[in-house]
């Protein structure tokens, strides 16, 4: 069983930036892609970006692309989401959460496609 346990969120005024963590525990991390969802108040979580258990394949949300970059240290068992030119509209709670296999699946970009999350962390940009 992986556990998830996201950091670094907080406020930040807009034109800003934030480095998110989300450190694993319970399993070989190598073997697990990672994919970063945010929740602004509503029912639906948007997809932000996603990287392979390698740290060799990246993806993301057309709107983050150049702003946000994810990595990861495997040997820390931790994946990172550099965030910068923050606006306002990137107000959400953000999750980590990890597949059961390291590379990209066809929903990547979906909830649907992981099995483990974290409790989240919350991002507040002010203007």
């Known amino acids: 069983q992986v556990q998830l346990v996201e950091s670094g969120g907080g406020l930040v005024q807009a034109g800003g930036s934030l480095r998110l963590s989300c450190a694993a525990s319970?399993?070989?991390?190598?073997?697990?892609?990672v994919g970063w969802f945010r929740q602004a108040p509503g029912p639906e979580r948007e997809f932000v970006a996603a990287?392979?258990?390698?740290?060799?394949?990246?993806r993301y949300a057309e709107s983050m692309k150049g702003r946000f970059t994810v990595s990861r240290d495997n040997a820390k068992n931790t994946v990172y989401l550099q965030m910068n030119s923050l606006k306002p509209e990137d107000t959400a709670v953000y999750y980590c959460?990890?597949?059961?296999?390291?590379?990209?699946?066809?929903?990547?970009?979906?909830?649907?496609?992981?099995?483990?999350w974290g409790q989240g962390t919350q991002v507040t940009v002010s203007s």
């Open positions: 959460a990890a597949d059961r296999v390291s590379v990209l699946s066809t929903y990547y970009n979906r909830p649907i496609g992981y099995h483990y």
């Open positions: 319970g399993g070989s991390f190598s073997n697990y892609a």
């Open positions: 990287i392979s258990g390698s740290g060799g394949s990246t």
